[in-house]
């Protein structure tokens, strides 16, 4: 990786990590190595992003194999180097992935203080959130930069942490009988509840320039939380965050935009897809029909019809002059409204062509 073509043996390793995650068992002291990597400039950050990725994947198989008797230290040193990772201003991708990897790492047996960890830093930027918006929505640039990071540390923490370590750390606390992931769940989804309240607030009525890196936190939140794409009594809602984004004339709010629909929908599918029917239910082999009959079960259908009412907004998106990361966003997205059963193919030809 040092001496080669960093980014391509990166993107191989990132994928032994998804596919032949024992493959790097044996190498966890060098990835752990990578998380403190302070070389600076571009090839310390491909290091450490390299790191949480190959982790963030590998991490299940690797406790599953360490038993009951894993590598304690390394386990700190890794659990310390991530905190670490996540106190400081790395931008955007990293930190996400430095998030993600916390998570992955508290949701499994290895490092109980993990869950301890995330929750402290959710609760620091949801009191962040909260002081924004008391305050009038006003903050210099510099605080605008520390509010997005602890957006991304919130919104990837509400999509990717279990309840289940949460219950582990609040038996151990407790000395209880292990009955806490109920009330673990239920912190979780109150917590993503109001940050995303917060969020849609900041999104509307805060500084433009915030925008861009605040609205993909709220499309983290609503991967997992499906039901909070539901309408709010006034207006103000996650669908009107959505429609004011893919209609400003500012292309890059309107790219974020479409790639946050974009990636909620393939989510959505997702969902549909892993609750597939069985063969003897009447679909035959055709994944429309699977993939509707799925939408009729009450998970993500109420999500998906709210958002099937921005195609207008999308299909606007190509009739204009716009970047072609924005029309790719917005084809994917189309074609998740239509695998999902909400477009046809033929009501988007035209603007297509």
Same mark, same amino acid.
């Not at 931008?91 to 869950?115: P, V």
């Not at 039901?227 to 292309?251: F, I, N």
């Given at each position: 990786?040092? @001496?080669?073509? @960093? ?38 950050? !491909?290091?450490?992003? *390299? ?25 700190? &040193? ?12 790395? %931008? ?9 990897? /916390? ?23 949801? &009191? ?24 991304? +540390?919130?919104? *990837? ?9 949460? $219950? ?7 000395? %209880?009988? %292990? ?7 239920? @912190? +979780? ?12 607030? +900041?999104? !509307?009525?805060?500084?433009? *320039?915030?925008?861009?890196? +605040?609205?993909?936190?709220? $499309?983290?939140? !609503?991967?997992?939380? #499906? ?11 996650? /669908? ?21 629909? #974009? ?8 969902? #549909? ?23 009729? &079960? ?7 019809? =709210? ?11 190509? =009739? ?6 924005? #029309? =790719? ?9 239509? =695998?999902? %059963? ?12």
């Amino acid at each position: 990786l040092l @001496a080669g073509d @960093a980014a391509a043996t990166a993107a191989v390793l990132e994928e032994l990590g998804k596919t032949f995650p024992a493959a790097l068992h044996g190498h966890y002291e060098t990835l752990v190595d990578w998380l403190g990597d302070r070389s600076g400039g571009p090839l310390g950050q !491909l290091l450490a992003k *390299t790191a949480c990725r190959t982790l963030a994947d590998s991490l299940p198989s690797w406790a599953a194999s360490a038993g009951p008797n894993p590598n304690h230290k390394l386990v700190q &040193k890794m659990r310390k180097r991530l905190c670490a990772l996540l106190s400081e201003d790395h %931008g955007s991708g990293l930190t996400r992935l430095s998030a993600e990897c /916390l998570c992955a790492l508290a949701n499994t047996s290895l490092a109980e203080e993990a869950a301890t960890d995330v929750m402290r830093l959710v609760s620091s930027a949801e &009191k962040a959130l909260k002081a924004f918006v008391h305050r009038g929505l006003a903050m210099d640039a510099p605080a605008q930069r520390r509010l997005c990071r602890q957006a991304w +540390i919130l919104g *990837t923490a509400a999509e990717h942490l279990d309840a289940a370590p949460l $219950g582990r750390a609040a038996q151990g606390r407790r000395g %209880g009988d %292990g009955a806490c992931d109920g009330a673990a769940d239920a @912190a +979780i989804d109150a917590v993503a509840s109001s940050c995303a309240g917060l969020l849609v607030k +900041i999104c !509307l009525q805060g500084p433009p *320039t915030l925008r861009p890196s +605040i609205v993909p936190c709220l $499309g983290f939140i !609503l991967r997992r939380h #499906a039901h909070l794409v539901q309408a709010v009594p006034g207006g103000g809602d996650v /669908l009107d965050v959505l429609l004011m984004g893919l209609s400003l004339a500012e292309d890059t709010c309107k790219a974020r935009t479409a790639e946050t629909l #974009a990636s909620l929908l393939a989510r959505y599918e997702s969902m #549909a897809e892993q609750d597939v029917p069985g063969s003897g239910e009447g679909t035959a082999g055709d994944w429309g029909a699977t993939v509707a009959k799925c939408m009729q &079960k009450p998970k993500a259908s109420e999500a998906v019809q =709210r958002l099937s009412t921005l195609q207008p907004q999308v299909l606007q998106l190509l =009739r204009k002059t716009v970047s072609e990361v924005t #029309a =790719r966003h917005a084809v994917a997205a189309l074609a998740c409204f239509s =695998r999902l %059963g909400v477009l046809h193919p033929s009501s988007a030809l035209p603007d297509l062509v």
